[in-house]
């Protein structure tokens, strides 16, 4: 089954403390993003990558990396998370070339940062 | 810079009411347009789109038609029913914006039984 796949699914942490979140599409797609939905802002995109080795930032990137080594995966990195980085987070991507196609989204990350 | 505005919720309406969520944009050059559904606890799911003025975008009985003189991507549906509560979001992609995609702020939809 064609499908993006996040884990985990809902993560508690303490401010401060390292964490990644994966993401991984078995759909051979080139283009992958991160967005973060929060109540009354929307989704707003945190950083993308339009292939392997290649990332660039979004509109809220600060507090964030990423990185590409391999087609298929898109992990986001919190180095020090803070509270107001509590958040939904999703991955997604789409196929490559092609602004026209949709995105397939992954189911979510629920993040309290505490 | 490109954007995307719909008409804010909630929307509630008895089963096998008629469904009309509306969507507007700005954009330079020629963009497509998207439906997006999420259901509660799950991630958006592509509902339909268009990619060029005149296109209606079809599923699951929802249609949407990219109407280039009004700058519109209206969401409608005859018949809701009660599986189709959940929040509907606008977007676009492509045009001057390149690959990124603007969402709209979306739109919660309740169907009472």
């Known amino acids: 089954e064609a499908q993006v796949t996040q884990n985990p699914r809902y993560l508690i942490t303490v401010t401060g403390k390292k964490l990644t979140v994966t993401c991984s599409q078995n759909?051979?797609?080139?283009?992958m993003s991160w967005y973060r939905q929060d109540p009354g802002l929307g989704l707003r995109q945190i950083y993308y990558?339009?292939?392997?080795?290649?990332?660039d930032k979004g509109d809220v990137p600060e507090g964030y990396k990423v990185s590409r080594k391999e087609k298929r995966n898109f992990p986001l990195i919190l180095e020090s998370p803070s509270p107001n980085q509590t958040s939904l987070y999703f991955c997604?991507?789409?196929?490559?070339?092609?602004?026209?196609?949709?995105?397939?989204f992954g189911s979510g990350t629920r993040l309290t940062v505490v | 810079g490109n954007s995307v505005t719909q008409m804010e919720g909630p929307v509630t309406l008895s089963e096998e009411a008629f469904l009309t969520i509306n969507c507007t944009y700005t954009?330079?050059?020629?963009?497509?347009l998207f439906w997006y559904v999420q259901y509660p606890g799950e991630g958006l799911q592509l509902l339909l789109k268009?990619?060029?003025?005149?296109d209606k975008g079809s599923n699951k009985g929802f249609e949407a038609t990219y109407r280039k003189e009004t700058t519109s991507f209206h969401l409608e549906k005859g018949s809701v029913q009660v599986s189709d509560s959940a929040v509907y979001f606008c977007?676009?992609?492509?045009?001057?914006?390149?690959?990124?995609?603007?969402f709209g702020a979306g739109t919660r939809l309740f169907v009472k039984a």
């Open positions: 997604a991507s789409s196929p490559p070339g092609q602004p026209r196609s949709g995105y397939t």
């Open positions: 268009a990619t060029k003025a005149d």
């Open positions: 977007a676009l992609r492509g045009g001057a914006g390149g690959f990124k995609t603007i």
């Open positions: 954009a330079t050059g020629y963009p497509s």
């Open positions: 759909m051979n797609h080139e283009y």
């Open positions: 990558s339009m292939n392997v080795e290649v990332t």
